[in-house]
């Protein structure tokens, strides 16, 4: 247990937004073998017109992996309302290894602080109604720490079909492009993205290439009761 507080600690301490990429593995194409055409997922219909259809403020799954510049995390999910804002927590043999909030309402749902910054304002990631492949921007300032830099974002959604082992379904998928401006002569980047299950909320999510978090099927282990406040 000491040698896994040692390694996610590192991880912690090396996070930064970067763009990440993913590859997935090619099929044989000599190999018909249970050959079936897909199940049709269901679009979502635009505009999304209320907060109840798409639900984002729901609880995540309560077993999730967290992947930390690759290095893969069984962590328990815990999700607490207080008013009209949801926080996030990710734990790993009790410890916080993560935070995250989120501010909603009847007209938007925005994202407050992820595991490193803190926007101000918070950045509207849904905003009612909400036609789907529309642009939306932002500007404000990200805090680190005692750093506080101006910024700029433009948000973008989109529809996209998610078939993972957790589950196949056609999520809103929220894309949040991060300009900072931290005095140097080129700003730094960051990309922030969400992707949204109608009626369950916030299925996953990605700060660049050093942190994601998405649902676990399974456990090897036995989990921390997640609490709701």
């Known amino acids: ?59 995540p799954p309560k077993l999730g992996n967290l992947v930390l510049a690759g290095t893969l995390v069984p ?28 501010s909603f309402s009847d007209k938007v749902f925005a994202i407050v602080s992820g595991p490193s910054d803190v926007f101000e304002p918070p950045i509207a990631i849904i905003q009612y109604p909400m036609d789907i492949g529309s642009e939306s921007s932002w500007a404000g300032k990200v ?28 999520a809103l998928k929220v894309t949040v492009d991060l300009r900072i401006d931290t005095g140097s002569p080129e700003q730094s980047e960051a990309r922030l993205q969400f992707w949204f299950k109608p009626g369950e909320g916030m299925i996953m999510r990605e700060f660049g290439a050093v ?15 997640p609490e709701e406040g």
């Open 1 to 59: 247990m000491k040698n896994l507080s040692l390694i996610v600690s590192g991880l912690i301490a090396t996070t930064a937004f970067a763009v990440v990429s993913c590859t997935q593995p090619s099929k044989n194409p000599d190999n018909h073998e249970n050959d079936s055409p897909p199940t049709p997922l269901n679009k979502i219909e635009s505009p999304i017109s209320e907060a109840q259809s798409l639900n984002p403020e729901a609880a």
């Open 75 to 102: 962590v328990d999910v815990k999700a607490t309302r207080e008013g009209n804002t949801l926080l996030i927590e990710c734990l790993s043999r009790d410890t916080v290894v993560e935070r995250e909030k989120y």
């Open 143 to 170: 805090r680190t720490g005692t750093n506080s830099n101006p910024a700029k974002a433009i948000i973008k959604s989109s529809q996209e079909p998610v078939n993972e082992d957790f589950g196949s379904f056609q």
């Open 211 to 225: 942190s994601k978090r998405e649902p676990r099927i399974s456990e090897d282990r036995e989990p921390t009761s």
